[in-house]
């Protein structure tokens, strides 16, 4: 029996998606629930699993194709007698024939990626899959033609072959490599642009003496980790903080709709999240009704996920306020940009200690600074400086948390 293999029904703000990569081709035989084909979105990648035991009869969306939510993209026949195809290694007689010659590689290559390895003249057989049962992919392609390229540019050229005018004191080749850019990164880039252009951005400063809550990591951080499972970190706190802040500066949670103010009465904070495809912005629901150790445990399920791509459209939906932190990188002071169509985002950075004047005296502290991006179309001055200082006497402070003051 037939059976249709359609592109799932993508979300409102989702209007398409690309054909990522075929992980079975026609003909070969899959189980229940084994990985058919990756579809790369703007916002995650969706995976389309075999829904019976069968065989994937035909493809008919190619690799790099885009496609419409619920397009048909290939037929799956149930209980059909299909076929492994087993790579064959070529013979070569000797090493003047194999020159230049394309070999068959003893593991199969996806379709992009044998289109780019023909496209690079490269021997089939001389590249390591890292792909499902050592499946050459088009990242392996790349990677190999990136390392052949190094290999090349470490090799002294001959003058002749630098084109352009001569660089004093320099021999080699102008390497260059160009590689698509992915959807994921396309929308980010999209979006970083559409803040900048459509919001009236404004950043402000100020600095935090983590001192206080580092001593209490220090003193309950193993009784924490043996009673929730996860490790105390500050992210919680600082989660914590802004959630009481957004409480006392309501405007610092709405948003602009067309010529309306719109004001949420809950808190979701997005939390930035770094990952091989990107920045992605998981969102903690009602983080108001979240302990610490809520927050930690769904912040590493949510580093985890975007680390194997896993992340839900869903999970990345919506948010009134970000929290990114570009301290675990090494930043000491940054102005981050807007998350549309939030109104404000707060941007945490590295622990430094620092010699801080204290009751006139000269004091080493651990300091960090806190950036406060803010639009201010909703905000004005007083009501952002405001808020960033009630973030900052809360973690100086965390009993304030506890005693709402």
Sequence with gaps: ??????????????????????????????????????????????????????????????EGETIASEELIGIFEEGGVGVVPEPTVETVSSPAHSSGATTESSAPLSPAARRMADEHGLDHGAMSGTGKGGRVTKEDVINHVASDTTASAEKPAPKTAVSGAPVPGFDGERVEKRVPMTRLRARIAERLVEAQQSAAMLTTFNEVNMKPIMGLRAQYKELFEKQHGVKMGFMSFFVKACVEALKRHPMANASIDGNDIVYHGYQDIGVAVSSDRGLVVP??????????????LSIREYGQKAMKGKLSIEEMTGGTFTISNGGVFGSLLSTPILNPPQSAILGMHKIQERPMAVNGEVVVLPMMYLALSYDHRLLDGKEAVGFLVTVKNLLEDPARMLLDI
């Excluded at 703000?13 to 084909?37: F, M, N, Y």
Aim: proline share 5%; net charge negative; aromatic share 4%.
């Design 1 to 62: 029996m037939a059976i249709e293999i359609k592109a799932p029904t993508f979300p409102e703000s989702v209007a398409d998606g690309t054909i990522s990569v075929w992980h079975k081709q026609p003909g070969e035989v899959c189980v229940r629930d084994e990985l058919l084909v990756d579809i790369e979105t703007d916002k995650v990648v969706l995976e389309i699993v075999a829904p019976v035991d069968g065989v994937l009869k035909e493809v008919l969306k190619a």
């Design 283 to 296: 969102v903690l629901r009602n983080a108001e009704y979240m302990s610490l150790a809520d927050v930690e």
